[in-house]
């Protein structure tokens, strides 16, 4: 079956320092994307930033990049500069090609402190 | 562009009363479609999903169903709400084939 763990229940750092946040992932599958989700207190879910499997190079936005190591199953999230507005819930999560649906992971609670 | 909307945003409902949500999608055809439900801190639960009119697939028995009457209309109903029913209830589609999922604004049901 198929799996995604985020370790992190809560994080806070304060205001422009780097953060990154853990998720790993348990799958049979060769052929698969991942994602970080972004929750707001607004609670509208934002997509963050993608990842496609069989891409070596790790995907960037703006102040937001992951590291993906797909041997080791480990897809983290790091925040450059982080800002207030950074503060959120933020959910890991993986789709295969083989079945379009989403594992999600038990999220993140990332406070920005001032 | 793509929009999904999502109604009502805030909805309180009596023990035993009937419930309607809908999702509509613009600007796409043939989406899939999806309901989740996220209890206060936690994760997604998804509860259907849908890749055409008519056809709806639950992931979790329970008291709630869907509907997709029309090709971007997306409706969670229960004849009798219980308190367990009361949630964060998210619709999202997708484009078939694509993997990127989009979400609604959401609706905040809370079942007293």
């Known amino acids: 079956a198929q799996t995604v763990t985020q370790s992190q229940p809560e994080m806070s750092v304060q205001e422009a320092e780097t953060v990154t946040l853990s998720c790993t992932y348990d799958?049979?599958?060769?052929?698969?994307?991942l994602f970080w989700y972004k929750q707001p207190p607004s609670r509208q879910m934002i997509l963050v930033i993608r990842?496609?499997?069989?891409k070596q190079q790790n995907a960037t936005e703006n102040r937001f990049s992951v590291n993906f190591q797909k041997a080791a199953k480990s897809f983290s999230l790091k925040i450059s500069d982080s800002q207030l507005g950074d503060t959120a819930m933020y959910f890991c999560?993986?789709?295969?090609?083989?079945?379009?649906?989403?594992?999600w992971g038990a999220g993140t609670k990332l406070i920005i402190k001032p | 562009s793509q929009t999904i909307h999502q109604w009502p945003a805030t909805l309180v409902q009596p023990v035993g009363s009937p419930l309607s949500l809908e999702c509509t999608v613009e600007?796409?055809?043939?989406?899939?479609l999806y309901w989740y439900r996220q209890a206060a801190g936690r994760g997604l639960q998804l509860l259907f999903y849908s890749v055409g009119i008519g056809q709806i697939s639950s992931e979790v028995p329970q008291n709630l169903s869907a509907s997709r009457p029309q090709d971007r209309q997306f409706i969670l109903s229960s004849k009798k709400l219980l308190l367990s029913d009361s949630g964060f209830y998210l619709c999202a589609w997708q484009t078939q084939g694509n993997e990127k999922l989009f979400f609604g604004s959401g609706t905040q049901l809370s079942v007293l």
């Open positions: 600007g796409t055809s043939n989406p899939n």
């Open positions: 999560a993986f789709i295969s090609d083989s079945n379009y649906q989403l594992i």
């Open positions: 799958t049979s599958e060769n052929n698969y994307y």
């Open positions: 990842q496609e499997a069989y």
